[in-house]
């Protein structure tokens, strides 16, 4: 079936501008995570959804991040006034919610790659 | 921060068993040991995880010590296609929350080859 998606798959931006960044997770998937991987780096956690509720923005680097999620599908990440370090590859996953063990891979999409000049 | 210790980088000979290590010496008894890897470009693939007990599936095998202080992944007959970086992490299994996301160390960048 299909897996997680993610829109654009390159996006270049100018410094200030704002952007948003799109995530469809696997149907049926009621949790979502937003990760970010700078450079050479490891992944960075942002935020997680659990349905259209976020328990767990802890991870937002500033207040010019933002992340909704509407009818417990469709995620989107928005960057305001983008910065030059928010240059990085943007992951999203989305998981299973269950009390098995077995339904709690997160499985991720192929991300975007922000790169703002 | 993460709680796991890896490698910076492995080489392994094609068809050889791949062994990656893991430290993980301040797991609780409610962990688990997860492995992903990443390969160039992509997002993280999931591959096994355990609690205590050894674990295999299609993909590799999970041993895990007795004092679950370490574990290895082992990649039985690696490929080309199984160059990646290898991510170890420990995490609480069950439902989701706060405990839910995954922490990322740097992980083993393992190269395959020919």
């Known amino acids: 079936g299909a897996g997680v998606s993610q829109s654009p798959s390159n996006k270049v931006t100018e410094k200030g501008k704002d952007v948003e960044l799109r995530c469809d997770p696997i149907?049926?998937?009621?949790?979502l995570y937003w990760y970010r991987q700078s450079l050479g780096q490891g992944l960075e956690f942002l935020i997680y959804?659990?349905?259209?509720?976020?328990?767990?923005k802890s991870g937002l680097p500033s207040d010019r991040f933002s992340a909704e999620r509407t009818g417990g599908s469709v995620s989107t990440l928005t960057i305001q006034r983008t910065q030059q370090e928010d240059s990085a590859v943007y992951l999203c996953?989305?998981?299973?919610?269950?009390?098995?063990?077995?339904?709690?891979?997160?499985?991720f999409g192929p991300g975007t790659r922000l790169t703002v000049l | 921060d993460a709680k796991t210790t890896q490698p910076t980088s492995m080489d392994c000979a094609e068809g050889r068993a791949a062994n990656l290590p893991c430290n993980h010496s301040?797991?609780?008894?409610?962990?688990?040991v997860y492995w992903y890897r990443q390969i160039h470009s992509q997002g993280p693939q999931y591959i096994i995880h355990?609690?205590?007990n050894n674990e295999t599936n299609e993909m590799a095998s999970l041993i895990i010590t007795e004092d679950r202080k370490s574990s290895t992944l082992i990649l039985p007959h690696a490929t080309l296609r199984d160059t990646a970086v290898y991510y170890c992490?420990?995490?609480?299994?069950?439902?989701?929350?706060?405990?839910?996301?995954?922490?990322f160390g740097k992980g083993t960048k393992l190269s395959v080859k020919p």
């Open positions: 355990g609690l205590k």
């Open positions: 959804f659990q349905g259209n509720s976020a328990p767990d």
């Open positions: 992490i420990v995490r609480v299994a069950g439902y989701g929350g706060s405990q839910g996301n995954l922490i």
């Open positions: 996953a989305s998981s299973l919610q269950s009390g098995h063990l077995a339904n709690n891979e997160q499985f």
């Open positions: 301040t797991i609780s008894g409610n962990e688990y």
């Open positions: 149907s049926g998937h009621t949790a």
